[in-house]
């Protein structure tokens, strides 16, 4: 059974993020942290960075394309978080502190999906300063190479409170920002010899992953309610969090 559930959950997962211009990477950690399927720290970690590589490598180009965002309008945020994604990535965590760490991240991760707003047509962008941008980009860059997450969930509701972009511009923006946060992270940990998942675990969801982020990033370019999808994956991952907190503190 657990061969099929975890594919099958990528996928969809997959489908929903990609349409809001997400990688997935909360849920895939919540999954896949799950004591039921008993993985540790050093498959978890590049399983959820290569799968959401996966999903937004597709997404990235469908929505620049779409929204006409520019290198203009993303370097502020990615220019000081790639370094930092390198960073994170590098450091080797314990199972305990990786899932206790990992439980709050997504406590908060629910949090700011719950609270972000969609309505594109009361959020403009009115922030010229770069180095809010910057600093934040970098922030958000380290968590996401520590915890191999793609950052985007964190990113995407600071830029919406705050007025920094245009709201049809942000699902672009982080689906670029997850990109380069998960190759730098990726590189990160196989720098300091992280070991590659296993090809017959990693295969299947790479796979997965790859044909609902395309569907998924065309799809919520108008078929989706972002309220709807944000809301409800604001509460499966909470519950994710408490179960992993449960069972590792």
Known sequence: MEYWIL?????????????????????YLALLALPAFSLGADIIRPTSLLCNLFVVTGSSFVFITKRNSSIREIWPYIILSIPLAWLGGFFRLTD??????LASVLCVSSLLLWIQPVNKNIVMGTEKNTMPKVVAGGF???LSGLV??????????????LKWEPAKKIPA???????????S????QFMNNQPFPPLDFLLPLLLA?????????????????????RRTTSIVVFLAAILILRDHL
Do not use: K, W
Not at 18 to 27: I, R
Not at 185 to 188: A, I, N, S, T, V
């Open 185 to 188: 992270g990726l590189l990160g």
């Open 96 to 101: 305990q502190i990786f899932f206790v760490l």
């Open 209 to 229: 992953v790859l044909i609902g982020g395309q569907l998924g990033s065309r799809l919520g370019l108008g078929f989706f309610n972002p309220v709807y999808i």
């Open 148 to 161: 191999s997450i793609g950052g985007g969930i964190f990113l995407s509701p600071f830029i919406h409170l």
């Open 173 to 183: 923006l982080s689906a670029v920002f997850i990109l380069v946060n998960s190759v």
């Open 7 to 27: 594919p099958v959950s990528f996928f969809l997962i997959a489908l929903i993020y990609s349409s809001v211009g997400f990688g997935g990477g909360s849920s």
């Open 140 to 142: 958000v860059g380290f």
